[in-house]
């Protein structure tokens, strides 16, 4: 019998060749095992990736231990060829407290840190930027690494794989993409995917490499990523990889395969990677029929102890406060400013300064970049031009522009990027030019950034810079207060300050937490606020809100520049006692804070910029009601701007913005 196809084994040992089947073997019967306890109801679901293995192992094994993957759903010869073990990964697709997920992840969407594997999300392009953020980390620590990141033709088409092979190109990553090409997109054949004759031919229009290969031949693989890799490390460049492979059953179990002709089938069953490798092996004389025979023995008997240990896994019993606390990775220090330590004297209180609310920020993040060598900051416009509003103006002579890196216009590919530096351990800041922008990367950070810690436990270090609000003329799309659309998702912390004390001890606050945080700035306020600002690096704590003034009469809770509109409404209206707050942090809220401010005066009215309905006043609102209702003389009111797009005319702006209805919202307040 003759080959299906052609191995060149080079300059392997037998030794590595049998290794190399070994490990294209494992993933092939645990996966037939897998089927067999899915059919039996011992696992929910399964992603097969029988007929591709070999590109998993083959890319794996070609890599450093140590150098970071981002596989998909469909790798598991990723997980086995990096020797995690394998009753771990049993418990892990059981749902068992002790998989790698703890139990809150299925299959394969968790990573481990130990293995140097990241956990993908559903959402399949935004993983390649995370590479792009893992091979900046690698070269700017100067590391001879690459990284390297998985997609499907399918995933070719979506926005993330663009931007993310563009920044790697614009900045030179060493980075090895790769496209597993089997055909479908769950059920939509490559024809109605794409229209180019081949998919790596795209490597040509974003200036890189690019080589389209057999993925069912493991040499071919091995060898081919491994010259790759020493490629992008020389000469520091990415690479795209087109593998040519097949799917053998349903994108998963339940979707079956009836949608692909039958000869498809019977042409790929004769490329099948495990046969044809292991009959190389037999007809080279290196395996015999009775080594293959004891081979398949040892692993499923592998496998079989593996299993009977992972079914002995305790049953989850769910605890509210463990599933709470794990949402946020827990911050280590906190450094206040020495003028804030009770325990000091006054005269040993440092200097302050008087600064505009845009140079408080601009001087935390000056400090914070002397402070961290390993912060990187990205953004549009940010190295020589200094911003959209000048805050990093001077930065790039001081810091060099390996460290304040313009980008493309690219938001998702940077967000990824700043969570492929967290997984290296740096921190970043990205600006978006306008809060307005962000939504462009709202995947990232509602499916990625936010659900990274609880979902396998690896923190999301990055700050994300929004310049948000109106009052500056700009229009419905530079002048929005977004900040709401974050609220609802846990994991992420959303600050808001209102004061140039807080905006710098906030900000320096924010890039020292290991979680993800967007940290609103309003650019009304940028330039017409001033105030004492001490000139030492320092933390205002996140989560804390301040009593601006306290009062008897009623109460005002706000955040940003709701706080000016309430401060110079109770300086004109000196008859009454009004009690402020101004929340500073927006998620987590601060309810003690709340809860006193309430007490305070039992009349409570909550203002903000953003517009009415599905506002963060109505989520503070209903707490007051449902935990302060023994203490309130009248209803909760809220005050916020018109349910309308931000006009661009002034008047019309005027008119749109919560503080044209400020005062009247205090009058039927006060009625009651």
Known sequence: MIAAMYFDRKNLTDDELIALYKQLLLPRLIEEKMLVLLRQGK?????????????????????QADEWIMPLHRNLGVFTTRNMPLQKLFKQWQGSKDGYSKGRER???FGSSEHFICGMISHLGPQLALADGVALAYKLKHEKKVSLAFTGEGGTSEGDFHEALNVAAVWDLPVIFIIENNGYGLSTPTHEQYRCANLVDR?????MEGVQIDGNNILTVYDTIKGIREYCIREQKPYLVECMTFRMRGHEEASGTKYVPQELFEYWGQKDPVNNYELFLQQQHILSDSSVSHIHQEIKQTIDEELKSAFESAVIIADTLTELSDVYAPKKTFIAAQGEAKERHEKDAPGTQEKRFIDAISEGLYQSMEQHENLVLMGQDIAEYGGAFKITEGFVKTFGKERVRNTPICESAIIGAGLGLALEKCKSVVEMQFADFVSVGFNQIVNNLAKMHYRWGQQADIVIRMPAGAGVGAGPFHSQSNEAWFMHVPG???????????????????????????FFEHKALYRSISGTVPIEYYETEIGKARIVKKGNDLTII???SGVHWAEA????????????????TLLPLDFDAIRESVAATGKVLILHEDTLTGGIGGEISAWISEHCFEMLDAPVVRCASLDTPVPFNIELEKNFLAKARLSDAVKKLMKY
């Not at 696992?43 to 890599?63: D, N």
């Not at 490597?203 to 200036?207: F, L, M, Q, S, V």
């Not at 409404?569 to 500073?584: C, E, H, M, P």
């Open 43 to 63: 696992i929910s679901k399964w992603f097969s990736g029988i007929g591709q293995e070999a590109i998993a192992v083959g890319c794996t094994a070609a890599l």
């Open 203 to 207: 490597a040509k229009g974003y200036g």
């Open 492 to 518: 992420l912390k959303i600050v808001y300050p209102a004061t140039p004390a807080d905006a710098k001890g906030l900000l320096i606050a924010a890039i020292n937490d290991p979680n993800p945080v967007l």
């Open 569 to 584: 409404y109770a300086g004109n209206n000196s008859a009454l006692s009004v009690y402020i707050l101004d929340l500073r």
């Open 558 to 560: 706000t955040y940003g």
């Open 107 to 109: 299959s394969f969407h």
